[in-house]
């Protein structure tokens, strides 16, 4: 049979190799010189593979055990791999469920939505997964969405409750879209890298290096069909990835891993000064194991976060936003001394609220 | 009234100016110092405003008369831009329809039926509108998609025809997306900027600056309620556009005039090269007046894909895939010496096939 071309996608990215391209609607002509300095390949300035750059794909399948580059799609940002992912599904699978665990990350149960499917929720027990719970809202759905350590709760699964999550959704054939972005941030042990034919491992360059600007993440799924089906969805909501961004990405893989060792220990020593100074404040949270929030008990969230950023010029999430009313989000992702100038204006703010905290 | 906040997007791209910011999720600690040389500062890596960077949408304003920063939202690619835009639109309006002008850019179709609308097409004369069955095909829709210079067929539309049609989505209160990626792509006159309450502005720094890999474009809406359904949208599926490739599209926007000129004259070079090639070889096509592409009339166009590339190592497009079945899209966005070449191998597949370009 005749090979046959269905659609353009086929052709992005192939330059030179022999080829004489009539094909791609880009200039070959190169861009102002001025605007950038070293990273200057007029490569980089090219549309790219939808899949993202094959150096970048082959260097991420040598960090996952039994991964294949072709299974990797990179995104922009984790953003667009959970909502590429989800709407994959929708072409796929057509208007299904979607476990979401609350306290959720806030653009969980949006992105779902923009997609078309529902999200139903499972009710988080401390922070972590309540595996009860879990076995009755899995019943129904198409796929769930876990994220390990967890943002807002800072908490990290147990192992062995993601070994019974991956046997129930193996076996009801579901999708688990596992949000791993934390997965270098965490404090108590190495990261358990969920398994079993229908997950979908999302992660992003963004936390480990520091590159949240540059919105670099990706998505890898055992799945060959579903990365299909976002390689069709990207080409026409987005195209490739910034191919700049995909360089610098590759780049900061090849740093030593004291580079991120180096950071986990300022995380610890951040973690241990806001759990301690809220606990001396009085508040009732959880100890973080990975990523880089608390998320603290207070009546009236919202009023709290509004008058703390309007009258005391501090910064903090309600709770409310991640399905976690009564308490508010605070990340540690700044340094020592800001944090004890946070915590005396809070201090000041909560004088004569104190009951607030109980 | 207090003030309230309503959802953490407030917060992002605050940094500094007296905040104390436990809010957002984003390291402070410095990226690794050898991914970068030049572009190395730190702002640069950190998230950005959802809208995209005041600076970036402040010199844009400045290029369009009567337009206000907060108008427009910087996206990845004009691509993006439009999915954005019609995904607004399914928030804002339900499944409404969308009026397509055929043949249009493939992605077109898809980007209106993945926001879950529905496209209905009219029908260009001679690669342009017919404002006849423009008028037809309008009554009924909530939108209309336009672009001029058009991809695929190279073709600029008539300013008579603008204004009618400007004054006829007014009247009836349609959206008027207008894809201006190629406007700086015209031969024969300088741009003409649609008007109206209803217009929403669609463009790219990738064709006029030879950046496409960066994937950097941006939309201005008159109407605000658009810029804010965008922005209520991006902030979960992609958060702000890349920060580096938005001050690379700054900058690239303070190069001299005469960067843009000479390379329209090259353009155009190419443009009279190919035209005269493709009739040389028999081909009927229209002649451009924008953009880089021709798409002239051929039989078996899809066969004619495939052989060229599998056989010839030639890539064109398939018209079909543009919704112009007997026809093949080349674009002219390469050197007269690999265009001679590829007219060749042309040539030499076309031998005995001449009855396919009557």
Known sequence: MRKRIDNPAAFIGINGEGYISFGSGQPDLPPPADIFKSLASKRLFKYGPIKGEPRLRAAL?????????????????????????????????????????????????PIVELAGLTPVYTELKEGRIDIEDFKKKVRGVKAVLINSPSNPTGRVEAIPTLKELEKI????????????????????????????????????????????????GYLW??????????????????MNTNTLAQEMALRAMSVPESFVEAQTKIWMGRRDFLYQGLTDLGFSLWKPEGAFYVLPKIKNSNRVVSELFYKHKVITYDGAWFGAPDRIRLSYALDVDKMKEGLSRIASYLKGKEKWLK
Do not use: W
């Open 61 to 109: 399948a040598k960090e996952y055990p039994g991964a294949k580059q072709e299974d990797f799609a990179i995104t922009n940002g984790a953003s667009e791999a959970l909502d590429l992912t989800f709407r994959a599904i929708r072409e796929l699978h057509g208007k299904v469920k979607v476990l979401i665990c609350r306290p959720y990350y806030y653009s969980y149960p």
């Open 169 to 216: 959704t193996q076996k009801l054939g579901v999708y688990v879209i596992s949000d791993e972005v934390y997965k270098d941030l965490i404090y108590e042990r190495g990261n358990y890298l969920i398994k079993g034919p229908h997950v979908i491992t999302v992660n992003s360059f963004s936390k480990t290096y520091s590159m949240c600007g540059l919105r670099i």
């Open 221 to 238: 799924a055992r799945d060959p069909k579903i990365v299909k089906q976002i390689v069709d969805i990207k080409v026409h909501t987005s």
